[in-house]
């Protein structure tokens, strides 16, 4: 069935440091590709998103590109800050049909130390 | 715009005792999902409903967790007994269609004693 692998953490930066969270997906068809974040004590917010090969989803200096070719969907920042701290969660989104059913990584916490 | 609403947001209860945990998605919302989070497990789909319609509920660990929607803008999670192990963040989501990204509340954090 349809997975979606990141890598685990917890990940410790220094403030202004490059963020790179991996993630890699298997999915029949061509899913829908999705970061959230999910801050302390609160819900999981979308942070961007991707539903075609090559597009790249973009929100608060945080970047993702879909590739097909790699079955990847990478997070990247250059630039990190303290208020980025969170556990983010990368998630894919079957086919038109499957109901919305998002699938869901295990989530990478990170904390930016200043 | 006022976003998923879960009540309460804190629960604490004694083992045994009946549980609800309740949602209010976003109107205009088709699919509703309830999630739990723990940090051992990480993020599981208990179940999701689409127009108000059960659709998968083999999240579900145990006969002891039922969940409803008797309408379009409400559904309950309901624990009875509950147990020590039932201990989670729980989550309700809402879309508007199959192909749009979820929209999560903040939360119902529950402790069994």
């Known amino acids: 069935g349809d997975s979606v692998t990141q890598m685990e953490g917890p990940v410790t930066l220094s403030e202004e440091a490059f963020l790179t969270i991996n993630c890699t997906y298997t999915a029949t068809g061509y899913p829908s590709l999705f970061w959230y974040v999910q801050y302390p004590g609160e819900g999981l917010q979308l942070l961007l998103k991707?539903?075609?090969?090559?597009d790249k989803g973009s929100n608060k200096g945080f970047e993702a590109t879909y590739r097909k070719e790699t079955t990847s969907f990478h997070l990247e920042k250059g630039s990190v800050q303290v208020s980025d701290s969170a556990v983010y969660f990368c998630a894919l989104l079957g086919p038109e049909g499957s109901q919305g059913n998002l699938i869901f990584g295990k989530g990478t916490k990170l904390s930016v130390k200043p | 715009d006022a976003g998923v609403i879960q009540s309460p947001r804190h629960e604490v209860t004694e083992m045994g005792q009946e549980v609800t945990l309740r949602c209010k998605p976003i109107s205009g919302h088709n699919s509703l999902f309830w999630y739990r989070q723990t940090m051992m497990r990480g993020l599981e789909l208990l179940i999701y409903?689409?127009?108000?319609?059960?659709?998968?509920d083999s999240g579900m660990p145990e006969d002891r967790f039922s969940a409803k929607m008797p309408n379009a803008s409400f559904s309950t999670l309901k624990i009875q007994p509950s147990e020590p192990r039932d201990s989670a963040v729980y989550f309700c989501a809402s879309t508007q269609s199959s192909n749009q990204p979820q929209h999560f509340g903040d939360g119902t954090r529950l402790s069994i004693l």
């Open positions: 409903f689409n127009n108000n319609v059960p659709i998968d």
């Open positions: 991707a539903t075609k090969a090559d």
